[in-house]
């Protein structure tokens, strides 16, 4: 069974900074792709931003230019960096780990940006 865990959450102003990690329990190159997944109240979950397994990087629109994941392919870590956040980007952040046909999620973490 695969593990996902996110931390990292909390509670920031506008502009700020935050940078969540979610920790694999599997090698996160036995995957084809990582990333993460945000969900606002009363709206859809949607993607933030992906890495695949060759290092390719893809961002949502609202993410470009201020968000930034990366991985520790060692601590099997995936990252996401979050500048110049705004209170629109308030949601459950999940981790996702794509193998073949099975998405694996974690549980999520809160992100409350306010004054």
């Known amino acids: 069974q695969v593990q996902l865990v996110e931390s990292g959450g909390g509670l920031v102003q506008p502009g700020g900074s935050l940078r969540l990690s979610c920790a694999v329990s599997?090698?996160?190159?036995?995957?084809?792709?990582v990333g993460w997944y945000r969900q606002a109240p009363g709206k859809e979950r949607e993607v933030v931003a992906t890495?695949?397994?060759?290092?390719?990087?893809m961002y949502a629109e609202p993410a470009k230019g201020r968000f930034t994941i990366s991985r520790d392919n060692a601590a099997r870590t995936v990252y996401l960096r979050m500048n110049s956040v705004k209170p629109e980007d308030t949601a459950v952040y999940y981790c996702?780990?794509?193998?073949?046909?099975?998405?694996?999620w974690g549980q999520g973490t809160q992100v409350t940006v306010s004054s």
């Open positions: 996702y780990a794509r193998r073949g046909d099975s998405t694996h």
């Open positions: 599997e090698s996160i190159f036995t995957f084809f792709a």
């Open positions: 890495i695949t397994w060759g290092g390719s990087t």
